[in-house]
């Protein structure tokens, strides 16, 4: 399992007589591996819609109990292996007491009309007395069986609704999922060992793709987090995340270079890490300080890129320094932005092509990402040639309107239109006439691919926009403070700590999102789908419950 692609599955059929039911279910759900897929083979099994109802009387009655039961340490319960044996089993257990507490009810009730026919008081009381008496008596014991009677009510919906999703027939039924693909032969050696050898596990070809299943670093949850919230990674994709987590602090720290507030940021970060090991909180406090280490992340690129810039809490105030200065020297600002969103662009159409060669969709790579990256690398070639030579006069008329030019551009996108006719023709088997219809389709994704190309680059202009909107806002501060310090210090203290304080989370939240929609938008529309779904084992983890016969021997 890697942190670029989930963990692969295979979809099978699991085979076996009805008796081994809980045995295959406890094991399931011990090693949570299997997601089922529901019924394709079969019809419903049999009873499970009664036994289902059967499992919600079951659970009137035990809130029922639990309303009127006082709570005591539980004791384990055994039910049988069997699915209806347990059903039944519980049902009989909890109706008993729940018949006898309502007769005790009903026949407290009824003294009090015999009192008023006329009966002596004495006899009432005492008969009232030994309804109490049975009543805790019931109580009492119960008190150590609720819990268990609510786990096993609980354990037992989860099992049919398990079996309900598959199949069945007469003494024998099937169950169909995904595994995971490296278990697969253990799954079989540890089912045929519990099951005394009569189990078969069938592979099944499907076309569906499998859920995903992706486990990460600690470091990078805070990423996987916004990458799954535009859409979880399907499992044949590759998952952006590690990049991502290179990028977003790059980009946050060129709209929002400081040394002095990403230092105010990486020190937040920090304290939230160490909050988070003793506390946990919900909410926006709790987005916060559950990613101390993003927090981090963003502060080093903010502190990474003050000095770059020379900013301490505003530009040329104490760093009188830097590697150039966005304000002063603009078009170069530019032309890193640029240059920056060229990078990354191309590294998103890279990764498609990486993504259709990864699942062997080779004619889809021939023309889509391949022809489109050999197009965006000719299109943004003079960003990249002025950002090695500043020197370099570059005269884009010159460049764009060169016949030879817009010749080498034309042939990629050519390759594209010719896409869809051909791959009909090679994998759908289709006339040439018919494939020539597909030729409009075609032209909207070239005509797509073009704009995009502009306009995508274009948006990267945010990352010079956004710093200099901070630097803009830092000196507006910085000089009104500086008129209030003559007359009033403390006036204008106040000024430059609300000034830094406005900006840090004014801005810092504006170059937050910014950031996120250059991965977003920008960025992962060029090679990630993000319409997996995740990978749900079956669970029925019990602790008061205990599934005897075969099921017990077992587990």
Not at 344 to 368: E, P, Q, W
Request: charged content about 20%.
């Amino acid at each position: 399992m890697g942190t670029y692609r989930s963990e692969k599955f295979v979809d099978v059929n699991i085979w076996m007589e009805e008796r081994y039911s809980s045995v295959l279910m406890n094991y399931l759900s011990e090693n949570q591996i299997f997601h089922v897929r529901g019924n394709r083979i079969a019809d419903r099994p049999k009873n499970i819609d009664q036994l289902m109802s059967r499992c919600e009387e079951i659970n009137k009655m035990v809130d029922y109990l639990n309303e009127i039961v006082p709570k005591g340490t539980p004791s384990k319960l055994v039910l049988p292996a069997d699915i209806r044996a347990a059903v039944s089993f519980l049902y009989k257990t909890v109706k008993e007491p729940y018949d006898r507490i309502n007769e005790i009810m009903a026949r407290a009730e009824s003294l009090y009309g015999r009192l008023a026919s006329g009966e002596p008081i004495d006899s009432c009381l005492k008969e009232l007395e030994s309804l109490v008496d049975e009543l805790e008596r019931i109580r009492k014991n119960l008190s150590r069986k609720i819990i268990s009677f609510k786990e096993a009510a609980d354990s037992l919906r989860r099992r049919l609704d398990f079996l309900g999703k598959n199949s069945q027939y007469e003494s024998f039924f099937v169950v169909n999922g995904w595994v995971p693909e490296k278990r697969l032969k253990s799954i079989a050696d540890d089912l045929e060992s519990l099951c005394d050898g009569l189990v078969v596990i069938e592979i099944v070809k499907v076309r569906d793709y499998p859920p995903t299943l992706i486990k990460v670093p600690k470091i990078l949850f805070p990423v996987q987090s916004l990458v799954d919230a535009f859409g979880l990674p399907k499992s044949t994709e590759i998952n952006p995340a590690i990049l991502a987590w290179l990028t977003f602090p790059l980009f946050f720290g060129m709209m929002f270079g400081d040394v002095g507030q990403g230092l105010v940021i990486l020190l937040v970060g920090l304290l939230s890490m160490y909050v988070s090991r003793r506390r946990k909180f919900d909410g926006i406090t709790g987005m916060i300080v559950n990613n101390g280490q993003f927090l981090i992340a963003l502060g080093v690129g903010a502190i990474v890129f003050g000095f770059v810039y020379g900013d301490l809490f505003g530009p040329d105030r104490f760093l009188k320094f830097g590697l150039f200065h966005p304000m002063e020297e603009t078009n170069r600002a530019i032309i890193i932005a640029l240059f920056v969103g060229v990078v990354h662009i191309t590294t998103g159409i890279a990764l498609s092509v990486a993504n259709c060669l990864m699942n062997r969709k080779y004619l889809d790579a021939l023309f889509g990402p391949v022809p489109w990256l050999a197009f965006y690398l000719m299109f943004t070639y003079p960003i990249a040639y002025k950002f090695f030579c500043p020197t370099w006069h570059m005269d884009l008329s010159g460049i764009y309107f060169n016949p030879m030019f817009l010749g080498a551009l034309a042939v990629p996108l050519l390759v594209m239109l010719a896409g869809h006719p051909v791959k009909e023709i090679l994998e759908e088997g289709r006339s040439l006439r018919e494939a020539l219809s597909s030729i409009g389709m075609g032209s909207m994704e070239v005509f797509e691919v073009g704009l995009e190309s502009l306009g995508h680059t274009i948006s990267y202009l945010r990352l010079w926009a956004l710093n200099m909107a901070h630097e803009a806002l830092m000196i507006v501060f910085i000089r009104l403070a500086f008129m209030c310090y003559p007359t009033s210090f403390i006036a204008g203290l106040v000024i430059e700590l609300g000034g830094n304080l406005l900006v840090l989370t004014l801005e810092g939240a504006i170059a937050f999102m910014h950031a996120l929609r250059l991965h977003w938008v920008e960025w992962f529309m060029k090679f990630y789908d993000g319409t997996g779904y995740p990978f749900r084992p079956f669970q029925d983890k019990c602790r008061w419950v205990i599934y005897g016969g075969l099921s017990a021997q077992r587990f």
